[in-house]
C-alpha cells in the first residue's frame, strides 16, 4: 500500500527538475498523476518513466498547457476531471526564474514575463482548482512551490522575489478560504536545489565564472550542499497524503538551514 493510493494529482511545471521528482514520488506512492507543461516530447518521456515505476499505464496522463493562459489551464484541469473524475492533489509547481539584474535595470518584459508565470499562472490554478475540489466531499490539498526567495530579498532578483512573496500570500489567503470547504493549501519553499533552474541562475550571474557563483551559495547552507530535487518532492509528498490532514496555511522550507 502507498502513501497516495487511489488519489489523482496534478503537478503543473511537471518538466521541470522538481516537478518531475515529484510526479515520480507520487506514482511510487500510488497516485495518478497529471503531468501538466509547455513541452509535449518531455511530457510523454516522464508519462512513461512513470509507467515504470509504477506500471500503471493508465494512471498517468499529459496536458501541454501553458500555465498563464486560462484556457490552458481549463483545459488540463478539464484532461483530469475527464480521465479520472476529480483532483485531490494540485502541485501548482510551474516557475520561470527571469534573469538577473538590478532592479534599475531589469527589462520591463522579464518581469511581465516572471508576473505571468509565477502569480498570474499559480493564481489561474488556484481560481481552476479549488471549486473543482469544493464539489469533492473530501476536499482537497494543494501545494504552492515558492521559494526561499518567498520570505527574503536577494539582489538582482526583483521580479523573483516579488512573485515569490505573491505566492506566499495566495496560499495564506486560499488556505482561509479553503479550511471550511476541506480544502488544505500549504508552500513548500525550496532553497538552493541541484536543477537545471539554479544552473541557468549560476550562468545568468556570472556567464564567465557559474561556479564561483555556486560556491557563493553554498557559503550561506549550513548543510554545506544544494538538496536534491527528490528532497523537495518528500516534503511534498508528505503534504498530498493524509497524515498532514490538519495542516494549511503553512510554509515548509527545504533549504538546508539557510534561512534559519
Known amino acids: 500500500m502507498g502513501q497516495l493510493d487511489d488519489k489523482v494529482a496534478v503537478i ?21 498523476v497529471v503531468l501538466v507543461g509547455r513541452n509535449k516530447a518531455r ?35 478539464r484532461v483530469a476531471v475527464e480521465r479520472f473524475g476529480r483532483i485531490d492533489v494540485f502541485v501548482n509547481n510551474a516557475g520561470y526564474q527571469g534573469v538577473v539584474a538590478p532592479t534599475g535595470s531589469y527589462p ?18 488556484m481560481r481552476a482548482v479549488m471549486p473543482v475540489m469544493a464539489e469533492q466531499p473530501n476536499g482537497g490539498t494543494i501545494i504552492i512551490t ?74 550561506h547552507v549550513p548543510m554545506g550542499r544544494y538538496a536534491a530535487p527528490e528532497e523537495v518532492a518528500n516534503v511534498m509528498t508528505f503534504l498530498a497524503d493524509d497524515a498532514s490532514s490538519f495542516v494549511t496555511g503553512g510554509v515548509y522550507t527545504v533549504d538546508g538551514g539557510v534561512m534559519a
Open 12 to 32: 503543473t511545471g511537471a518538466t521541470g527538475d522538481i516537478g518531475t521528482a515529484t510526479a515520480k514520488a507520487f506514482a511510487r506512492e500510488g497516485a495518478s
Open 43 to 77: 511530457l510523454e518521456e516522464i508519462a512513461a518513466e512513470l509507467v515504470g515505476v509504477n506500471g500503471d499505464a493508465e494512471g498517468v496522463v499529459i496536458a501541454v498547457a501553458d500555465v498563464s493562459r486560462p484556457d490552458d489551464v481549463a483545459g488540463y484541469v
Open 108 to 125: 520591463i518584459d522579464e518581469f511581465d514575463q516572471v508576473m505571468a508565470t509565477n502569480v498570474r499562472g499559480t493564481w489561474l490554478g
Open 146 to 219: 515558492s521559494s526561499m526567495g518567498g520570505t527574503k530579498g536577494f539582489p538582482g532578483f526583483s521580479a523573483y522575489v516579488t512573485s515569490k512573496h505573491a505566492n506566499i500570500g495566495l496560499m495564506r489567503t486560499c488556505a482561509v478560504e479553503g479550511a471550511p470547504i476541506g480544502i488544505r493549501v500549504n508552500c513548500v519553499n525550496p532553497g538552493p536545489v541541484e536543477s537545471s533552474m539554479m544552473s541557468r541562475i549560476h550562468e545568468l550571474a556570472a556567464p564567465d565564472a557559474p561556479q564561483a557563483v555556486k560556491d557563493q551559495f553554498l557559503a
